[in-house]
T-cell receptor, first 114, second 113 residues
Framework: AQTVTQSQPEMSVQEAETVTLSCTYD???????LFWYKQPPSRQMILVIR??????QNATENRFSVNFQKAAKSFSLKISDSQLGDTAMYFC???????????FGKGTKLSVIP | GAGVSQSPSNKVTEKGKDVELRCDPI?????LYWYRQSLGQGLEFLIY????????KSGLPSDRFSAERTGGSVSTLTIQRTQQEDSAVYLC???????????FGPGTRLLVL
């Protein structure tokens, strides 16, 4: 069974600064996908970024980028130029290739301070 | 609509009553999922539908929970004889196929009094 661990229950960052959210996972599979989802107070779970395990290049989406370390089973999210709208719960999630069940971490509550 | 929709947005019910939660997936998505998000428990998988195949119900917590998907599109999650521990946010997601990115709806917040 896969597990996903987010060791930072809460974090805060000053507006315009950079913050990194940590995620580690445990799996015996070689091919899988990793995701970061954002859940603001509106409850809508929004996809932030996706990484395929077979790709060595780290995924980036505008101000969001990941540091994917496959050997270490680490998948951190970096948010650059933090904005007030980034305030939300952030969930790291794992899915094995060919599977369908997402395994989520417990989440990190990020607050962006003006 | 472009995204996954769910109704109702909020539901308050009395212990022992039945409730139905509805999910309308993204058009063309063959895979549909239900998750439950409880305070302090994170997100747990409930059930998965893929096309016309038999659903995977392995995540349903008890036989009071059931779900169906009519015509390969809209899905209904039914909770019979609700209990207070059923209070949670119920999230629906859909994807174009089983391992592709899952897109979530806004959820239904259920409160059982």
């Amino acid at each position: 069974a896969q597990t996903v661990t987010q060791s930072q229950p809460e974090m805060s960052v000053q507006e315009a600064e950079t913050v990194t959210l940590s995620c580690t996972y445990d799996t015996s599979e070689n091919n899988y996908y990793l995701f970061w989802y954002k859940q603001p107070p509106s409850r809508q779970m929004i996809l932030v970024i996706r990484q395929e395990a077979y790709k060595q290049q780290n995924a980036t989406e505008n101000r969001f980028s990941v540091n994917f370390q496959k050997a270490a089973k680490s998948f951190s999210l970096k948010i650059s130029d933090s904005q007030l709208g980034d305030t939300a719960m952030y969930f790291c999630a794992f899915i094995g290739a060919g599977s369908y069940q997402l395994t989520f971490g417990k989440g990190t509550k990020l607050s962006v301070i003006p | 609509g472009a995204g996954v929709s769910q109704s109702p947005s909020n539901k308050v019910t009395e212990k022992g009553k039945d409730v139905e939660l509805r999910c309308d997936p993204i058009s063309g998505h063959t895979a549909l999922y239900w998750y439950r998000q409880s305070l302090g428990q994170g997100l747990e998988f409930l059930i998965y539908f893929q096309g016309n195949s038999a659903p995977d119900k392995s995540g349903l917590p008890s036989d009071r929970f059931s779900a169906e998907r009519t015509g390969g599109s809209v899905s209904t999650l039914t909770i019979q004889r609700t209990q207070q521990e059923d209070s949670a946010v119920y999230l629906c997601a859909s994807s174009s196929t089983n391992w592709e990115t899952q897109y979530f709806g806004p959820g239904t917040r259920l409160l059982v009094l």
